[in-house]
Every structure is written in structure tokens, then in C-alpha cells.
């Protein structure tokens, strides 16, 4: 390596550490001293233009902020003359001002140009493919360990890291799907919805077959399935053009939240009265089944049949909605499923068997038509719409979850059953409050 490749190396590296010290320090003056006058910026799934028009998202991004740390790993770097290719990590920390945070990990492939002997970005691209393509293995090869975790410190790592994986897959999949399925963006909603339900619906059956006949400390072979999906996803996905241009692609999530509380606040009060009735049928259905019934197995086929008519109904949701419109969708669901949630927890026999059915079926399909319903909305910051509403989505489900549980122990399972579906009507008015189209 020569002096000039050396000196180049280092200045590079400074910029990589004077691009992060800007964005922690809130300096847009030194952020756009990083870039070059025609750069590009994919972020995300947005694409920005120009360095007016990126400083200017940046500082748009940091006003609703009181706390950044950037940090960047060291850069790998393959210099070619006045040109260089840069790979590096990054991780970052924020805190809003009106309260909440979020954590970023991200993948970065730059292309930086020698300009007036200074190093700029030309060109820096975080891909949401590669979140997709790399949650699988990130959430099966903890998620096989926790049989061999030495402690619950350990154990709770492990599962922080499964949680993080399976952030990262939710919030930029659907933004994959809602650009590739055009106008049927309920029926791209519902073919992907389907694949989790169906996941959901064999998981138990094969999860529970692993540890009898692997034990829990031995289930750590399992993590080889998660591996092989990560590379068949990087293979089907890796030459699929996931972005469209939208010059006015630059609000922060906060912007963002503003420009749409008038979908989310809904879905928010939706969303937390229909999470009752799904806390009951998940997290609590084998264990109500086992105590009426003493069969284990009967618990666990109760829930596989939930599953089933789950998928059935998320199969077809979406693409009713793209016909019959989203809020009727909507409508109809939300109120079969609380009717038949108590017919499920009155009666016994087959008219049990047919409520926990149609009950599937309704509780379920929700979700892919309030998807498409926020994309459809969120022209201009999809991908920070989709992470706002999957944020309300798994903190009113982990949140009801607790209540749920905190009622069965104090009054019994069959009370908080009627309880959750008393709380499901609660979220039909809010219906009324989202857009018809």
C-alpha cells in the first residue's frame, strides 16, 4: 500500500467519524460538508436527491429529537483512484422529545468521490431488502440457543436479539409488498400476512416435535432452517428493485405522525381493543382449553385451528378490501369477531368448534387491510408510516397481554374471555374515523 493509498484511507475514515459527530451534535452545517452537490440518499425505502434536498431531510428528521448517538464501525474500504467503495454498520440511538425512542442497525454500501482533493459522499444506500433477507437467521439462531443459555441474563440477550430481528423484518417487508403490489396493495398484504399465519399455525406443531425429540438443550440444530431461508431470500431478492421516487419524500417520523394521526390515532384505539381478543385467543387459548378439558394435545389442536381459519381469513381480507373498500372490511370483522368470541366462551360441542373458526377468521384479517390502509396514506414516508403503526401495533399487544393476564388471575379465564370480547366492541366507532377510500 503506498503513502497516497494510506493518506486516502485516513481521510476517508475522518469523514466517516466527522459525518457521525454531525449527526450526534445536530449539525446540519457539517452533515452537508459530507456530501457531494449531486448526491444520493436511499434511506430506507426513500430516496433523496441532491445535497440541498438531503440536509434538508436530515434537519427535518433531528427537530423532533433531544437525544442522538451515531455510531459507525470501521469502514471497509476499496479505494480505485478518484472513486472508492465503502461497507460499514452503523447503530443509532434517539430519543424524541414528546417522549419514545428508537434503535437503528443498519448495513450501509457507499460509493464516495474525490472531489477538490476532499472525500464526499456521492453515493449511500441503506437497502430495506437486507433487513428482510437477514431476519430469518437473526431470529432462529438465538431463538435456538435459549435451551443452552447459561443464565436468564443470557437468556434475556438472547431474546432482546429475536426481538430486535423481528423489528427490523416488520417494518420494511410491508413496504416492499405495498410497492410491488401496485393498485392491490390489500391483496399483497394478505399473501404476506398469509405466509406469517401459516408460520404461526405449523410453528407450534413443529416446535413442540424439535424439543421432544431433541430435548431444549439440544434444539440448536433447528437454527440451520432460519440459515437456509436467509440465503434463499437473498437469492429471490437481492435484483428486486423495491424503490420509487417520490421527489417529496422527506418527513421524519414525527412529520410523519402529524401528517397521519388522523389514520393512526384510529387504528391506535383499534388496535388496543382488538388486542384483547387476540391476547385471549393466542396467548391464553391452550391454557384456557387445557383447564376445561385437562388435554393438552386438545389445547394445542384448538389453537392450530384458530391459526387455520386465520389464514383463511387473512387470504381473502385483503382482496376484499381492495373491492369492497378497507373500513368495511374492517367493519365486518371487527364485528363478527367479538360475537363470536362469546359464543366461543358460552357454549360447548361444535358450536364451540364453529365459533373458534369464525372467530379466527375475522380476528385475524384485520391486519393486512389496515397495512394496505396506511401505505395507501403514507405516499411520502412509507417506510416511517409502517414503523409508527408497528410500533402502536406490538406495544398495545404486549401491554394487553399483561391486562389480560393480570384479569384471568384475579377473576379466571372465562371471565377475562367475556371481558376481551366485551373491549372488542369498543373499537367499532373508531372504525367510522378512517378515510373511506
Known amino acids: 500500500m503506498d503513502m497516497t493509498t494510506v493518506e486516502d484511507t ?35 425505502g426513500n430516496e433523496y436527491r441532491g445535497k440541498k434536498t438531503i440536509v434538508e431531510t436530515y434537519s427535518n428528521s433531528v427537530a423532533g429529537t433531544d437525544f442522538i448517538l451515531h455510531l459507525a464501525s470501521s469502514p471497509l474500504i476499496s479505494i480505485n483512484g478518484d472513486m472508492a467503495k465503502v461497507r460499514s ?24 468521490h474525490k472531489i477538490d482533493g476532499q472525500w464526499l459522499f456521492a453515493d449511500r444506500r441503506i437497502s ?36 430486535i430481528s423481528v423489528s427490523i423484518f416488520h417494518v420494511p417487508a410491508p ?20 405466509g406469517g399465519e401459516l408460520a404461526r399455525t405449523i410453528g407450534p406443531l413443529v416446535a413442540v416435535a424439535g424439543v421432544s425429540l431433541l430435548g ?53 384505539a383499534i388496535l388496543i381493543s382488538r388486542g384483547f381478543m387476540h391476547a385471549s385467543m393466542t396467548a391464553f387459548l391452550p391454557t384456557y382449553i387445557n383447564q376445561e378439558t385437562g388435554n393438552l394435545w386438545l389445547a394445542g389442536m384448538a389453537l392450530t385451528l384458530f391459526e387455520v381459519a386465520g389464514v383463511a381469513g387473512v387470504l381473502t381480507a385483503g382482496s376484499m378490501s381492495d373491492l369492497f373498500g ?33 372467530t379466527g377468521f375475522t380476528l385475524l ?54 371481558i376481551s370480547a366485551a373491549m372488542g366492541l369498543i373499537g367499532i366507532p373508531f372504525i367510522f374515523r378512517l378515510p373511506e377510500k
Request: glycine share 6%; charged share 15%; aromatic share 12%.
Open 89 to 112: 454498520q452503523v447503530q443509532e440511538i434517539l430519543h424524541f422529545s414528546g417522549g419514545g425512542a428508537m434503535i437503528i442497525l443498519a448495513n450501509y454500501n457507499d460509493e464516495l
Open 10 to 44: 485516513l481521510n476517508i475514515q475522518q469523514l466517516y467519524a466527522r459525518y457521525s459527530d454531525a449527526i450526534t451534535r445536530k449539525d446540519p452545517e457539517t452533515f452537508g460538508s459530507c456530501w457531494s452537490d449531486d448526491a444520493y440518499w436511499l434511506l430506507l
Open 326 to 358: 378497507r373500513r368495511k372490511t374492517l367493519l365486518v370483522s371487527l364485528i363478527g369477531a367479538p360475537v363470536c368470541l362469546f359464543i366461543f366462551s358460552l357454549t360447548g360441542g361444535w358450536f364451540r368448534i364453529a365459533a373458534l373458526l369464525v
Open 128 to 163: 430495506v431488502r437486507y433487513f428482510v433477507i437477514l431476519a430469518p437467521a437473526m431470529t432462529a439462531v438465538p431463538m435456538s440457543l435459549i435451551g443452552i443459555a447459561p443464565s436468564y441474563g443470557v437468556l434475556l440477550l438472547l431474546l432482546f436479539i429475536t426481538g
Open 216 to 268: 431444549l438443550e439440544g434444539f440448536y440444530p433447528v437454527m440451520v432452517f432460519g440459515l437456509i431461508s436467509t440465503v434463499w431470500l437473498y437469492l429471490k431478492l437481492r435484483d428486486v428493485p423495491v424503490n420509487n421516487v417520490h421527489p417529496k419524500r422527506n418527513l421524519s417520523a414525527l412529520q410523519t405522525w402529524r401528517k397521519l394521526r388522523y389514520i393512526l390515532w384510529p387504528l391506535a
Open 365 to 418: 384479517s384485520t391486519t393486512p387491510v389496515m397495512l394496505a390502509l396506511v401505505q395507501e396514506h403514507a405516499r411520502h414516508s412509507p417506510a416511517a408510516a409502517n414503523g409508527l403503526f408497528m410500533m402502536i401495533s406490538f406495544i398495545s399487544r404486549s401491554a394487553v397481554v399483561v391486562v389480560v393476564g393480570f384479569i384471568a388471575d384475579r377473576l379466571g379465564l372465562h371471565a377475562a374471555y367475556l
Open 175 to 194: 413496504v416492499m409488498i405495498s410497492q410491488l403490489s401496485a393498485a392491490r396493495k390489500g391483496r399483497g398484504m394478505s399473501f404476506f400476512m398469509t
